[in-house]
Each structure stands twice: as structure tokens, then as C-alpha cells.
């Protein structure tokens, strides 16, 4: 039997790469098909909002190439592929005068497996309330914050491949109403060389769980008892809501490296991902890192990086309808961008990452994350 080469193999998972993204746009906008996408239809998405500086700044398109703690959000499985313990901790000031923060811990052991744990946690607080009745505010005020905890466990099966799993819980916190939901992670790696450099092809299912409802606080209430019936005391009762599930997406990153010298002091990736929500489109991104280490013969290095993704959801503007600034804004979102200087010896890691991204009409936001490794 003859057998296929194994740029063969590249070729055609980057060929789907780039297929799919047209092929499900094409889809989506024939002539005759019913638009069924569930836009707005998932709860929890704070936990869509990344970690870590570095992975804001190449978008979805990291989940090739993590290896270090924020291996454990990205892509579980690129956390048995560290060689030390590794921590990443970030914070963001996001729209509206909320923040998202998130850390990681993982640590490998047996020299091909590792465990990790991580938390991620988004909100505001001392917010006034305003009604109708008292437009200039009732005095009172609530507060927001939604947290992610989860534990993860990743393996090397062999010098190619390696798969890992997150169990996390999400806990929702709106005013006085609350509701909880369970979740799992799960990704594969897959790493080898083509023409003596590293290629490295990444899946990952985020978010596949239970669904989120909420109770309590202002969803309890009364109403007027009927007239007809004995006395005039309000009925307690509570108000119901709908359940709706974690926001899941599917995601495949392919990575390569461009340039790579021999002693891997330089070097140029380039990632191109393809991603599935359960609440969106099909989408796409591509993304860049230069890194250079041991700068001048020191242990200090560099990091440049840019990446864009694309969500069709973000798309506001409508067939035929007038071009305005909102049409521009909206045709930069999606694109990111950073850096970072960190400083290493063969047992330790002391690295600082910057990412901004832009979120169209919203603006932009500005990550800062650190590093630690040992």
C-alpha cells in the first residue's frame, strides 16, 4: 500500500482551514436556507473572554500553541507539554466599567502528565438602581459578579500527541438572583515537524454543560388575589425564567513555524483557527508571534504578536444599507495586538505580556497578564 506523505496531511488539514470558514459562509447565505442560528441565546459569556495577555493578543488561534498555564483555558491538553510549573494571573478593564480577571496554576508531573486549576471572574458592583417611579434613583444599589472555577487533568500519550479535560463550575451572581451551571473542556494536540520545523494542530470543545437558570431575590414577588375568592392578601409567588445553556464552541487551530533557528532564539509563528459556536456562525482567525530569547547573550527575550478574528455575529450592518462610521468600526473588531519581555534560565521564568483588542463600536480593551515559571 502506498503510503501518503506526511506534508500530504498538512496540506490538506490547512486546506480545511481555510475551506470551511467560505464553505459554511456560503451556506449560510444561499438562496432558499432558513438563518437558524441562535443568536443571543446562551448565558455565562464572560466565559468566552480569554486569559492572559498573550492569548488575548493571538485570539481563539492559540489554542495550537499554550503550553504554559493558560494551556488550561485555551487548550487543556497543551498543559502536559510544560516542562515546569507555571502560573498566569491578568486582569482587564472592560466595556461598560466592568473588569475580568483570570489565573491559572498548572503543574506537570510524571514527566507526561499535569494538573491545573484555574479561575476567571467578571463583574461590577455599587451600581444605583433607577425605575420608573424614581427616575433620579431609589437610593439603593446592586452589584454583578460572575465566576468560573475548574480543574484540569492532561496527559501525553505519546512524543505527538496529548489530550486534556476541565471540569468547571460557573456561578452567576445578578443583583439578588443567582443561578449556577457545570461545564467541561476538552482538547487535543497534536505536534510533529514539516521540513524540520515545528507544526503543531490543536482541537478544543469549550463550554459543553448544563444549562444556567436563576432564582431568588427579585424573581420572587405576590400577586392580587382573585376577588372572588376569601380575603384580599397577595399571593407569593415567583417569576420563572428560561434556562439556557453555556455558551459551546468548537474550535481547530493549525500552527506553524515559519522561521525557526537552529538554537530556537527566533522564531515566527503563524496560526490559522476555524471556530463553532452553538449561538453563532461559523468563524475564523489568524494570528502572528515573533519571539526572540537570550537577547545580547542574557537570559531576557521579546515577544511581538497580532492577530484578527472574525465573528459574524459582530456584523451589525445589513445588506444595501448605507455605509456609516458604524460600518468601519464595526470592520476593525476582531483585530488585536501585543507584546511582551520576560526573562529566563533553565529553571525559572519571570515573564510581563501586554494585549490590547478592539471591540468595535465598544472600543478597545487593555490586558496586562504576568508570568511565572520555576
Same mark, same amino acid.
Given at each position: $500500500?502506498?503510503?501518503?506523505?506526511?506534508?500530504?496531511?498538512?496540506?490538506?488539514?490547512?486546506?480545511? $482551514?481555510?475551506?470551511?470558514?467560505?464553505?459554511?459562509?456560503?451556506?449560510?447565505?444561499?438562496?432558499?436556507?432558513?438563518?437558524?442560528?441562535?443568536?443571543?441565546?446562551?448565558?455565562?459569556?464572560?466565559?468566552?473572554?480569554?486569559?492572559?495577555?498573550?492569548?488575548?493578543?493571538?485570539?481563539?488561534?492559540?489554542?495550537?500553541?499554550?503550553?504554559?498555564?493558560?494551556?488550561?483555558?485555551?487548550?487543556?491538553?497543551?498543559?502536559?507539554?510544560?516542562?515546569?510549573?507555571?502560573?498566569?494571573? /491578568?486582569?482587564?478593564?472592560?466595556?461598560?466599567?466592568?473588569?475580568?480577571?483570570?489565573?491559572?496554576?498548572?503543574?506537570?508531573?510524571?514527566?507526561?502528565?499535569?494538573?491545573?486549576?484555574?479561575?476567571?471572574?467578571?463583574?461590577?458592583?455599587?451600581?444605583?438602581?433607577?425605575?420608573?417611579?424614581?427616575?433620579?434613583?431609589?437610593?439603593?444599589?446592586?452589584?454583578?459578579?460572575?465566576?468560573?472555577? /475548574?480543574?484540569?487533568?492532561?496527559?501525553?500519550?505519546?512524543?505527538?500527541?496529548?489530550?486534556?479535560?476541565?471540569?468547571?463550575?460557573?456561578?452567576?451572581?445578578?443583583?439578588?438572583?443567582?443561578?449556577?451551571?457545570?461545564?467541561?473542556?476538552?482538547?487535543?494536540?497534536?505536534?510533529?515537524?514539516?521540513?524540520?520545523?515545528?507544526?503543531?494542530?490543536?482541537?478544543?470543545?469549550?463550554?459543553? /454543560?448544563?444549562?444556567?437558570?436563576?432564582?431568588?431575590?427579585?424573581?420572587?414577588? &405576590?400577586?392580587?388575589?382573585?376577588?372572588?375568592?376569601?380575603?384580599?392578601?397577595?399571593?407569593?409567588?415567583?417569576?420563572?425564567?428560561?434556562?439556557?445553556?453555556?455558551?459551546?464552541?468548537?474550535?481547530?487551530?493549525?500552527?506553524?513555524?515559519?522561521? &525557526? &533557528? @537552529?538554537?530556537?532564539?527566533?522564531?515566527?509563528?503563524?496560526?490559522?483557527?476555524?471556530?463553532?459556536?452553538?449561538?453563532?456562525?461559523?468563524?475564523?482567525?489568524?494570528? &502572528?508571534?515573533?519571539?526572540?530569547?537570550?537577547?545580547?547573550?542574557?537570559?531576557?527575550?521579546?515577544? @511581538?504578536?497580532?492577530?484578527?478574528?472574525?465573528?459574524?455575529?459582530?456584523?451589525?450592518?445589513?445588506?444595501?444599507?448605507?455605509?456609516? @462610521?458604524?460600518?468601519?468600526?464595526?470592520?476593525?473588531?476582531? $483585530?488585536?495586538?501585543? /507584546?511582551?519581555?520576560?526573562?529566563?534560565?533553565?529553571?525559572?521564568?519571570?515573564?510581563?505580556?501586554?494585549?490590547?483588542?478592539? $471591540?468595535?463600536?465598544?472600543?478597545?480593551?487593555?490586558?496586562?497578564?504576568?508570568?511565572?515559571?520555576?
Amino acid at each position: $500500500m502506498k503510503r501518503t506523505p506526511r506534508s500530504g496531511y498538512v496540506l490538506l488539514l490547512a486546506t480545511l $482551514m481555510v475551506g470551511l470558514p467560505s464553505a459554511a459562509a456560503g451556506q449560510a447565505t444561499k438562496p432558499g436556507n432558513t438563518d437558524n442560528t441562535a443568536f443571543g441565546t446562551t448565558s455565562a459569556e464572560f466565559l468566552l473572554l480569554g486569559a492572559g495577555a498573550r492569548g488575548t493578543a493571538l485570539g481563539g488561534s492559540y489554542a495550537a500553541v499554550a503550553t504554559d498555564a493558560s494551556a488550561l483555558y485555551y487548550n487543556p491538553a497543551g498543559a502536559a507539554l510544560g516542562t515546569h510549573p507555571s502560573v498566569v494571573v /491578568g486582569t482587564v478593564d472592560y466595556v461598560a466599567d466592568t473588569r475580568y480577571s483570570w489565573g491559572g496554576l498548572a503543574f506537570p508531573f510524571g514527566g507526561s502528565k499535569a494538573f491545573g486549576i484555574q479561575l476567571g471572574t467578571f463583574g461590577f458592583k455599587d451600581q444605583p438602581v433607577y425605575t420608573v417611579e424614581q427616575p433620579a434613583g431609589t437610593g439603593a444599589t446592586y452589584s454583578v459578579n460572575e465566576t468560573f472555577v /475548574g480543574l484540569t487533568y492532561a496527559q501525553q500519550f505519546s512524543d505527538r500527541f496529548s489530550a486534556g479535560i476541565t471540569a468547571k463550575g460557573v456561578f452567576d451572581n445578578l443583583g439578588s438572583v443567582s443561578g449556577s451551571a457545570f461545564g467541561i473542556d476538552f482538547g487535543a494536540d497534536f505536534h510533529s515537524r514539516l521540513g524540520g520545523k515545528p507544526v503543531r494542530l490543536g482541537f478544543t470543545v469549550q463550554n459543553l /454543560g448544563t444549562t444556567m437558570s436563576y432564582s431568588g431575590g427579585d424573581l420572587n414577588t &405576590s400577586i392580587p388575589r382573585d376577588t372572588a375568592g376569601a380575603g384580599t392578601e397577595p399571593v407569593p409567588a415567583e417569576l420563572k425564567d428560561k434556562a439556557f445553556s453555556l455558551p459551546t464552541v468548537f474550535q481547530v487551530a493549525l500552527a506553524y513555524d515559519v522561521v &525557526s &533557528s @537552529a538554537n530556537q532564539n527566533n522564531r515566527l509563528t503563524v496560526i490559522g483557527s476555524f471556530n463553532q459556536a452553538n449561538s453563532n456562525k461559523a468563524g475564523f482567525g489568524f494570528a &502572528s508571534e515573533w519571539t526572540s530569547r537570550h537577547l545580547g547573550g542574557s537570559g531576557f527575550g521579546a515577544a @511581538a504578536r497580532a492577530s484578527y478574528t472574525y465573528a459574524p455575529a459582530n456584523n451589525i450592518s445589513t445588506s444595501g444599507s448605507i455605509p456609516t @462610521a458604524m460600518n468601519d468600526e464595526e470592520n476593525l473588531q476582531g $483585530m488585536a495586538g501585543g /507584546g511582551g519581555l520576560f526573562y529566563e534560565t533553565p529553571g525559572f521564568l519571570l515573564g510581563v505580556d501586554y494585549a490590547f483588542k478592539y $471591540m468595535g463600536v465598544l472600543g478597545g480593551t487593555h490586558y496586562l497578564s504576568l508570568s511565572l515559571g520555576w
